[in-house]
């Protein structure tokens, strides 16, 4: 059974700084690319950073860009979201998935896993 369990999320004054973890089990890890989603309140999910298989190429939603970084550790199996300058419009419910395309990308339909969710609230 695949599990995703994302952990980090809180609430955090503007200009502050966050680290999401997402721990996977039940899959190669190392098979699999990485991706960060958020949702805010009456509002689509959308896409916020992917990075390949290795950790060796990462790509960002432009509102991110800069302020935001993702990695990973296979060992571990897990995958971060570094969160920096933090912004009232960051506020969402953010998630991590697994995507078996092979390919990083930002298309929810590519990624195949997906975790629970930890809501990150940033006050003004």
């Known amino acids: 059974q695949v599990q995703l369990v994302e952990s980090g999320g809180g609430l955090v004054e503007a200009g502050g700084s966050l680290r999401l973890s997402c721990a996977a089990s039940g899959l190669t890890f190392s098979t699999y690319t990485m991706g960060w989603f958020r949702q805010a309140p009456g509002k689509e999910r959308e896409f916020v950073a992917t990075?390949?298989?290795?950790?060796?190429?990462?790509y960002y939603a432009d509102s991110v860009k800069g302020r935001f970084t993702i990695s990973r550790d296979n060992a571990k199996n897990t995958v971060y979201l570094q969160m920096n300058s933090l912004k009232p419009e960051d506020t969402a419910v953010y998630y991590c998935a697994a995507g078996s395309g092979g390919y990083p990308t930002r298309a929810k339909y590519e990624y195949k896993y997906w975790g629970q969710g930890t809501q990150v609230t940033v006050s003004s």
């Open positions: 990075i390949s298989r290795s950790g060796g190429f990462t």
